[in-house]
């Protein structure tokens, strides 16, 4: 008689196999997919520029010698003199204050280049510094990869130096070869490069090509952000004061704009029906010029953290001038002043109240889009998600005993990686309307005008939104003793 046994076992085992495939088949169904994303949504290299929430300019060159902003052009490179040039140290400071990336001036209008241009000798090379051998650029750009930061460029358009500004061909050949220069020959590591339209009123008439130059970038460094009025990547806020509208979106019609003629309302706000995702960057120097002056200090740590609430907290990201000086090295009392900015923002951010919270909300999308992912340390990726059916949308943090303690700023955080959508939301402290705001995005910081002590339950009210649904990555409550 043949044995059974194993024939019985192979079924047995067979019908085991697809009994656990059918549960696991049941598990993958429980779990939601991601809603669609609202177009434009940004790229990889936005993203990680929004990240950083905070970047470096260093304004420097003959204009930190003569004592003005803006040069005439007739300098003599003799003037650029510093003494103690020490690009470790503006490394350190950043690294310190915690900047990741930053921008050097390479040219400025005056057109002196910081480094030995091939194709100019107005340049460092006529210069005492180092007997005319230096490279300020070089020095820049290791430094900052020593420690980690990336680096980036501002090559002025407008030249009241060379002989060939205002001839169309001769200018944009001279540009463009000193555009392929600093990007061939100081690394990969060029994150961003900043144009703009800046041109004195008494400038020659000039068409710059523009397309021209932001392909040469895309060519030779494809991971560079491009800064300019209108973009491509990331547009001007539309002033020199760091503060973007109460209103901000990250989309715009790079159509309707141009680079030095775009109105600045418009680069303020954005456009809610926006085709292009060009988040708005917000510019301010530390001081009251933008180069280095013996006659100012630096901004006071109130005001910079009210300029950070107006950029970062209004959906920016902060470009904030830090000019070294006559000697090469950023001065002790910008360093001391970035050194405060940055404890500051560490004492006010660091602690998020909102954790010690239970969370509710008025419906979820299903597994993996709960409320509690508001909470967690990702930011981008995991986000809480309504059901899709019209309703209220709510989102509430309550005290899971006693009080939540005091707290002064609410932080709100959108899923942005799927498009920004946020249009109108308002803040609710134990049922009082304390916040009524509009976009989001990537981060909106509200400042309370009283703390609020003792209070059982913040609740975040999505009134209109793009799209299906509102996507909310990351709440926080927070305290800052400054304001």
Same mark, same amino acid.
């Given at each position: 008689?043949?044995?059974?046994?194993?024939?019985?076992?192979?079924?047995?085992?067979?019908?085991?196999?697809?009994?656990?495939?059918?549960?696991?088949?049941?598990?993958?169904?429980? !779990?939601?997919?991601?809603?669609?994303?609202?177009?434009?949504?940004? &790229?990889? &290299?936005?993203?990680?520029?929004?990240?950083?929430?905070?970047?470096?300019?260093?304004?420097?060159?003959?204009?930190?010698?003569?004592?003005?902003?803006?040069?005439?052009?007739?300098?003599?490179?003799?003037?650029?003199?510093?003494?103690?040039?020490?690009? &470790?140290?503006?490394?350190?400071?950043?690294?310190?204050?915690?900047?990741?990336?930053?921008?050097?001036?390479?040219?400025?209008?005056?057109?002196?280049?910081?480094?030995?241009?091939?194709?100019?000798?107005?340049?460092?090379?006529?210069?005492?510094?180092?007997?005319? &051998?230096?490279?300020?650029?070089?020095?820049?750009?290791?430094?900052?990869?020593?420690?980690?930061?990336?680096?980036?460029?501002?090559?002025?358009?407008?030249?009241?130096?060379?002989?060939?500004?205002?001839?169309?061909?001769?200018?944009?050949?001279?540009?463009?070869?000193?555009?392929?220069?600093?990007?061939?020959?100081?690394?990969?590591?060029?994150?961003?490069?900043?144009?703009?339209?800046?041109?004195?009123?008494?400038?020659?008439?000039?068409?710059?090509?523009?397309?021209?130059?932001?392909?040469?970038?895309?060519?030779?460094?494809?991971?560079?952000?491009?800064?300019?009025?209108?973009?491509?990547?990331?547009?001007?806020?539309?002033?020199?004061?760091?503060?973007?509208?109460?209103?901000?979106?990250?989309?715009?019609?790079?159509?309707?704009?141009?680079?030095?003629?775009?109105?600045?309302?418009?680069?303020?706000?954005?456009?809610?029906?926006?085709?292009?995702?060009?988040?708005?960057?917000?510019?301010?120097?530390?001081?009251?010029?933008?180069?280095?002056?013996?006659?100012?200090?630096?901004?006071?740590?109130?005001?910079?953290?009210?300029?950070?609430?107006?950029?970062?907290?209004?959906?920016?990201?902060?470009?904030?001038?830090?000019?070294?000086?006559?000697?090469?090295?950023?001065?002790?009392?910008?360093?001391?002043?970035?050194?405060?900015?940055?404890?500051?923002?560490?004492?006010?951010?660091?602690?998020?109240?909102?954790?010690?919270?239970?969370?509710?909300?008025?419906?979820?999308?299903?597994?993996?889009?709960?409320?509690?992912? !508001?909470?967690?340390?990702?930011?981008?990726?995991?986000?809480?998600?309504?059901?899709?059916?019209?309703?209220?949308?709510?989102?509430?943090?309550?005290?899971?005993?006693?009080?939540?303690?005091?707290?002064?700023?609410?932080?709100?955080?959108?899923?942005?990686?799927?498009?920004?959508?946020?249009?109108?939301?308002?803040?609710?402290?134990?049922?009082?309307?304390?916040?009524?705001?509009?976009?989001?995005?990537?981060?909106?910081?509200?400042?309370?005008?009283?703390?609020?002590?003792?209070?059982?339950?913040?609740?975040?009210?999505?009134?209109?939104?793009?799209?299906?649904?509102?996507?909310?990555?990351?709440?926080?409550?927070?305290?800052?003793?400054?304001?």
């Amino acid at each position: 008689m043949v044995n059974s046994k194993p024939q019985n076992l192979f079924y047995i085992s067979t019908i085991f196999l697809v009994f656990q495939m059918n549960l696991s088949m049941q598990d993958q169904i429980k !779990v939601s997919t991601p809603p669609l994303p609202i177009l434009p949504f940004p &790229s990889y &290299s936005q993203l990680e520029w929004q990240q950083r929430e905070m970047i470096m300019f260093l304004h420097f060159g003959v204009n930190t010698f003569t004592g003005r902003e803006w040069g005439t052009g007739k300098e003599s490179p003799s003037v650029f003199s510093p003494t103690g040039l020490n690009a &470790s140290q503006w490394a350190d400071t950043a690294a310190r204050a915690g900047f990741s990336l930053m921008i050097l001036t390479a040219k400025h209008h005056d057109g002196f280049c910081l480094w030995p241009s091939e194709y100019t000798d107005h340049s460092v090379i006529g210069s005492p510094w180092k007997n005319g &051998s230096g490279d300020v650029v070089r020095e820049f750009v290791d430094a900052a990869k020593a420690r980690g930061i990336d680096s980036g460029f501002y090559l002025s358009p407008w030249d009241m130096h060379d002989h060939r500004y205002g001839n169309e061909k001769l200018y944009n050949e001279y540009y463009m070869a000193q555009l392929q220069e600093l990007l061939t020959r100081y690394g990969g590591d060029i994150r961003e490069i900043w144009f703009d339209g800046a041109k004195g009123p008494n400038a020659p008439n000039m068409t710059y090509h523009f397309n021209d130059w932001f392909s040469m970038v895309k060519e030779l460094q494809s991971n560079t952000n491009i800064f300019s009025d209108a973009g491509p990547d990331v547009r001007w806020v539309g002033n020199e004061k760091g503060s973007a509208g109460r209103t901000c979106w990250s989309t715009i019609n790079s159509t309707s704009i141009s680079i030095g003629n775009s109105t600045t309302s418009y680069l303020n706000c954005g456009d809610p029906k926006g085709t292009n995702w060009v988040p708005a960057e917000c510019d301010v120097s530390i001081r009251r010029g933008w180069f280095w002056h013996k006659s100012e200090s630096p901004k006071n740590l109130i005001k910079l953290l009210s300029i950070y609430y107006t950029s970062v907290g209004r959906n920016c990201l902060l470009l904030l001038n830090v000019p070294p000086n006559s000697t090469g090295l950023i001065s002790e009392s910008d360093v001391q002043t970035l050194l405060q900015f940055r404890s500051a923002i560490d004492t006010i951010f660091t602690t998020n109240l909102g954790r010690e919270c239970s969370v509710e909300a008025s419906s979820q999308r299903g597994g993996g889009f709960g409320p509690m992912n !508001v909470l967690d340390e990702d930011h981008l990726w995991t986000y809480w998600a309504p059901t899709e059916e019209k309703q209220e949308y709510w989102i509430e943090l309550k005290a899971k005993s006693g009080k939540i303690n005091a707290f002064n700023v609410v932080r709100i955080q959108e899923a942005i990686g799927l498009g920004q959508r946020i249009q109108e939301h308002e803040v609710y402290v134990d049922g009082i309307l304390v916040v009524r705001g509009s976009t989001v995005g990537y981060k909106r910081l509200h400042r309370l005008e009283i703390a609020s002590v003792g209070a059982n339950r913040v609740r975040i009210k999505i009134v209109r939104a793009k799209g299906i649904v509102p996507l909310i990555s990351s709440i926080g409550l927070h305290f800052d003793p400054y304001y």
